[in-house]
């Protein structure tokens, strides 16, 4: 069976760095046009454009915050300008929990993680049902099912509750909605928390399905299953959360 990618466009928030990166990359070898967003590492995404040159599917730059509602507006109205249509939309921009617990930084991770859900939602949906169809993904974490009373985990939890309710909303006018919650996975965002010389024992010691297995979880773990639910192959799946974490979860 095809995965029914090709000509499709996609807006992949985050895509310029590990799962999002990803993701862009499956994407373009199935002929998807790509709009990559991010927000601040012009270099980073300006490089990752040069790599994509010349294969199957188109790559565009969109830089914007997706935790304002008038970026992500201008965002939307980019693409559409440039792509005339939204077929798949993979939410994967996001920050770590910062250090210190005040309320600027849990503003800014709701803002940044959580509101953004609701503003590509509430964005992209009328393009979506205008075209009868399209996929939405949304990157939450496992760090939604093993709770904590920090801003990360409560708004990895309620992307989860959104996607489900935006699923319900949308499954009238095929379009499906879910999340991915993923476990440990060695990309940019972790190096500081998880330093390079630490990464193949601490998954020799929390993720089963390589304990017997050399080196880590990277990206690609997220994007090939970021490209399943964005194939016809998931086409009957929506208002679903699916793990993606080599047992991480049961382990704990
Ligand atoms: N890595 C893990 O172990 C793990 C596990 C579970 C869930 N997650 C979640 O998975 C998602 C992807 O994370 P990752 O590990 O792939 O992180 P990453 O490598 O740090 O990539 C994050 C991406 O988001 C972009 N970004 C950050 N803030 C943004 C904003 N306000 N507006 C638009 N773009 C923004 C970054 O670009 P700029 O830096 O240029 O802005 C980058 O492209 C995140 O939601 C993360 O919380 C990660």
């Not at 010349?54 to 997706?66: F, H, M, R, Y």
């Amino acid at each position: 069976m095809k995965l029914g990618l090709e000509g499709k466009k996609a807006l992949i928030t985050g895509g310029s760095s590990g799962m999002g990166e990803a993701a862009t990359r499956l994407f373009i070898e199935e002929g998807v046009d790509v709009a990559i967003n991010y927000s601040r590492n012009d270099e980073r995404a300006k490089n990752l454009l040069s790599q994509l040159k010349g294969k199957k599917g188109k790559a565009i730059l969109v830089k914007g915050d997706v935790g304002e509602y008038k970026e992500v507006e201008r965002i939307v109205k980019e693409v559409m300008d440039k792509f005339g249509r939204i077929d798949i939309l993979v939410h994967c921009a996001g920050i770590a929990q910062p250090k210190e617990d005040t309320p600027e930084n849990w503003d800014r991770v709701m803002k940044v993680h959580l509101y953004s859900c609701y503003y590509l939602g509430k964005l992209v949906s009328p393009i979506m049902i205008n075209q009868k169809s399209g996929k939405i993904i949304i990157i939450s974490s496992i760090a939604a099912h093993t709770c904590g009373d920090n801003a990360y985990c409560v708004a990895m939890a309620g992307k989860i509750c959104y996607a489900k309710g935006l699923a319900k909303k949308l499954a009238p006018y095929n379009i499906n909605v879910n999340t991915i919650s993923p476990g440990t996975i060695f990309t940019p965002m972790l190096d500081p928390f998880i330093p390079p010389e630490k990464r193949r024992e601490f998954t020799e010691k929390n993720i089963p399905l390589y304990k017997n297995k050399e080196g880590y979880p990277e990206g690609m773990e997220i994007g090939k299953v970021i490209l399943f639910l964005a194939s016809d192959l998931a086409n009957h799946i929506t208002g679903e959360d699916i793990k993606v974490d080599g047992g991480q979860f049961i382990h704990y």
